[in-house]
């Protein structure tokens, strides 16, 4: 007999390409589910119902405010991704022998998403994007403004970035 456990979390933020899915993903919202288990020709689905915990539902927060937390949660996994893919492919590209010219222009793009490995250093695009996404996935809550409103920031951001990174780097 074997026991599969589900944390009720999707795959995290894409990490590299030997780590795709990265821990600590966005919590499932209380609902319906189905399992399905699979075995050469054998194949099983069984319901499963995920429900509220009456810790959250007591302080207020109801399952429309979860699934909106998850929605928001899912939206900067992937903009934590994006960042991540961002980050790579400017570091591949560092290594990669570039022409002076086109390695200084590179180091600044990096500069932008790259907190430097010095203590105290400036957070960079990077650093902040990761520190929105702990927000609120750490607790199930209510989604405030300012986190949506930092989201809208830092996408915009990120593509400005992803833009300047798209005409000196090529895409592979």
Do not use: C
Not at 68 to 90: G, I, T
Not at 113 to 131: A, D, V, W
Not at 135 to 149: C, E, F, M, P, S
């Amino acid at each position: 007999m074997h026991r599969f456990i589900w944390d009720l979390r999707y795959p995290g933020p894409w990490q590299s390409k030997a780590r795709p899915e990265g821990p600590n993903g966005p919590v499932a919202v209380p609902g319906n589910y189905s399992v399905r288990l699979t075995s050469g020709s054998f194949n099983s689905i069984v319901p499963l119902t995920v429900t509220e915990d009456p810790r959250v539902t007591k302080s207020g927060v109801t399952t429309a405010d979860l699934r909106e937390q998850f929605e928001h949660n899912m939206k900067v996994r992937d903009l934590v991704s994006d960042v991540n893919r961002a980050v790579a492919r400017v570091r591949a590209a560092q290594r990669s022998g570039l022409s002076s010219d086109k390695l200084a222009k590179v180091n600044e793009i990096a500069s932008h998403l790259i907190t430097p490995s010095i203590r105290y250093s400036k957070p960079e695009l990077q650093t902040h994007i990761t520190y929105l996404y702990s927000v609120t996935t750490a607790t199930d809550q209510k989604i405030g403004r300012d986190v949506i409103d930092r989201y809208n920031v830092l996408r915009k951001e990120l593509d400005a970035r992803i833009a300047e990174a798209n005409l000196m780097i090529p895409e592979k």
